[in-house]
């Protein structure tokens, strides 16, 4: 108890993972995305530049169809008509190649996208199941669920529009540029200049819009987390009448998200209109200077093979040089304008995948452990051997690296602490120097006030974390040489907090030993006493179980988590507060229950109620993370010390 409410403590003091780009993260993000995509890319990237360089090839078509008017009017329009077929048809060919390559790139990068979030969420998910217990106890729910949606809606867009719009606009400057200095180099450093101009408002006020679009990423993040905690919490918010008080921080969280958003769609709304009108202005600006520039018959704009100081037409086919440029600079300012318009939607896409990158690159939960569980077969003089079929029994298969040996072990449910040490945090120790000693078949009961390292103790033999100093040993094999997955797999739990899952009565049952057949999940339910109130129920065991099982009370919820733990038929059980929500004319009935369930095996329990513990072979006193006291509940009676003030209340609470 003291480890959830410090635990607690810890994530509100954390808030979410900050929303920051960081250095590499594009390059992570484009090798996740080629792999298994290659081909597609390929393909997406060829369209891309094909659609690219057709898409400006317009204002080399316009420059040479008034080369050839400026012929057909010098020699007569029959002397150029062949050659405005072949532009005609040239145009009609890469139009429609245009076309074809918009196509298939918006539908194999639909794909592609599709293909790449599917990915992207498999291994969040895939990596979230390897992480250990305490990067949940460190991390809010909401925000590690706003990986799931913003931040993945963050890179569907960068993957699907920012990245292919930015390929694309680099292909088409860098096509127009060249067209730009083959047609005229004077004009082309006027389009420098106020590029260069373009460049510094695109800093200015789009390193504002996205700074602000990541403090909405952020704020939104928050937003989530406090909306679930609502949500889970509504009935002790309204028991306490507290919905004002939730609209009021529901507010500031929201006014907080709206202040963000506001500053980074008005930056970024604001920048679009600047640069298209930076775009007219340098636009006018061209065909002003280059105006001059003809009428001063400057170099490099006189058209070869015409005389502008002789013939009419020379003069004209001069200005054709100024009027064909003019367009290739409206289409090269536009595409910078596009592109700076994307970078706001890469800093938000680089932010969501800086963020999930960092979910993928925490460390798993660490498994060194080697001795698994396997099925065996015990012969008469005790001979362990291994097996495929069903026996009932079950060995430590322990391979010894010295002499590369294998021997077997039974699986007894024998488990021993010695001097353990053990602490949530290096600098806060809650369990000292703890030793007991848990032979099969016997019950061990903790008992003392919260925060005493009770449920410390059955954390260390899941081995949700691993203990500080001492030792931990299990049918006398080291708790860190098995295998993590195969020892859960020997223990049976039911916890304080009881979870259920969307699905049927049988499924949930069922989720403590997924082979069990239908009569065993049924069995175990009459064993928790659980099956009288599922035959009550609609549909039976066929009722399905939504939002955690709140169409049933806390006490059914709690039984049915007793008869999953009893379908498991696993050697040791802990049960911590397993009888916290249930009624004390229940608890009796589930006490003859467990008791049966407890037969033959180690069995750890929990418990406030000491009704619950007296029957136990051995109880526990536990007081500030060292046990003061044990022995029977007939033998501490008689010392007259702290189980027997907890037992009679003579006590005075701390």
């Known amino acids: 108890m003291a480890r959830s409410i410090s635990m607690k403590g810890g994530r509100n003091a954390r808030g979410g993972r900050p929303a920051t ?34 898409g400006v090839s317009s204002s080399v078509f316009l420059n040479q169809l008034m080369r050839q008017i ?76 706003s990986s799931y949606t913003n931040d993945t809606d963050a890179i569907r867009q960068l993957i699907s529009q920012s990245i292919p719009q930015l390929y694309s606009a680099l292909i088409s400057v860098t ?37 602000f679009f990541i403090r909405q990423q952020n704020s939104l993040g928050q937003e989530e987390g406090y909306i679930q905690e609502m949500i889970q919490g509504q009935k002790v918010i309204k028991v306490f009448c507290h919905e004002e008080e939730s609209k009021v921080g529901f507010n500031n969280k929201n006014d907080a998200l709206c202040k963000d958003a506001t500053s980074a769609h ?22 002003f200077i280059g105006g001059i520039l003809v009428a001063l018959n400057v ?11 002789t013939t009419e037409t020379g003069v004209f086919s001069l200005l054709l040089t100024t009027i064909a440029f003019l367009p290739i600079s409206k289409q090269f300012t536009g595409q910078v304008a596009q592109s700076s318009q994307q970078m ?11 963020r999930l990158i960092e979910l993928l690159d925490e460390q798993p939960e660490q498994d060194e452990g080697y001795v698994t569980l396997v099925r065996c077969n015990i012969a008469q003089d005790g001979t362990i051997t291994e097996t495929e079929e069903r026996t009932g029994h079950w060995a430590w298969r322990h391979p010894h690296k010295a002499d590369g040996t294998i021997t077997y072990t039974e699986l007894k449910g024998d488990i021993q602490m010695f001097d353990v040490d053990f602490g949530y945090v290096p600098d806060k120790i809650v ?32 081995r949700f974390y691993d203990i500080a100093d001492g030792k931990i040993r299990y049918d006398g094999i080291n708790i860190n040489k098995i295998k993590k997955a195969d020892l859960r797999k020997s223990l049976g739990i039911v916890l304080q907090d009881t979870n259920l899952f969307t699905g049927t009565v049988m499924e949930n049952i069922r989720y403590g030993r997924l082979s069990a057949t239908d009569e065993e999940c049924i069995e175990a339910a009459k064993l928790a006493y659980a099956h009288d109130f599922i035959t009550r129920l609609p549909d039976g065991y066929n009722t399905m179980l939504t939002a955690d099982g709140a169409n049933l009370s806390q006490g059914q919820r709690q039984l049915l988590s007793i008869a999953r733990a009893a379908v498991k038929d696993a050697p040791v059980m802990i049960l911590d507060e397993a009888t916290s929500s ?73």
């Open 21 to 54: 780009a960081k250095k590499g993260t594009l390059g992570r993000l484009l090798k996740l995305l080629f792999n298994g995509n290659k081909k597609n890319m390929t393909v997406v990237f060829i369209c891309l530049t094909i659609t690219a360089i057709t």
């Open 70 to 145: 400026d012929l057909g009017i010098a020699n007569g329009m029959s002397s150029v008509v062949s050659s405005l077929i072949i532009i005609f048809s040239m145009m009609g060919v890469i139009y429609g190649l245009n076309i074809l390559c918009s196509f298939i790139y918006t539908r194999v990068m639909a794909v592609v996208t599709q293909n790449f979030l599917h990915q992207i969420r498999t291994s969040v998910f895939d990596k979230m199941q390897s992480l250990p217990i305490r990067y949940f106890d460190t991390h809010k729910t909401g925000d590690i669920m």
């Open 175 to 211: 096509t127009l540029l060249v067209i730009m200095f083959t047609t005229s180099i004077w004009l082309s450093l006027v389009i420098f200049l106020g590029i260069a101009l373009m460049s510094v408002i695109t800093k200015v006020i789009g390193g504002n819009s996205a700074k």
């Open 266 to 287: 008005t930056f970024a709304n604001i920048l679009m209109p600047i640069m298209g009108n930076l775009g007219n202005i340098l636009y006018v600006l061209l065909a």
């Open 299 to 309: 170099p490099n704009l006189t058209i070869k093979g015409f005389d502008p100081l």
């Open 344 to 354: 706001n939607s890469i800093v938000m896409g680089l932010a969501g995948a800086s």
């Open 431 to 462: 369990l000292h120097d703890v030793s007991l000693y848990a032979h099969p078949g016997q019950k061990i009961a903790f008992v003392g006030a919260t925060g005493a390292g009770k449920t410390t103790i059955t954390n260390l033999i899941n």
């Open 582 to 654: 249930i009624d004390t004319r229940t608890e009796a009935l589930v006490s003859k229950g467990t008791d049966r369930l407890m037969e033959g095996r180690t069995v750890f329990v929990i418990a406030h109620r000491l009704s619950t513990v007296q029957n136990s072979d051995v109880i526990m006193v536990l007081e500030r993370g060292k046990i003061i006291e044990r022995g029977s509940h007939e033998e501490l009676i008689a010392k007259k010390g702290k189980y027997y003030e907890l037992y009679t209340g003579k006590f005075e609470l701390e």
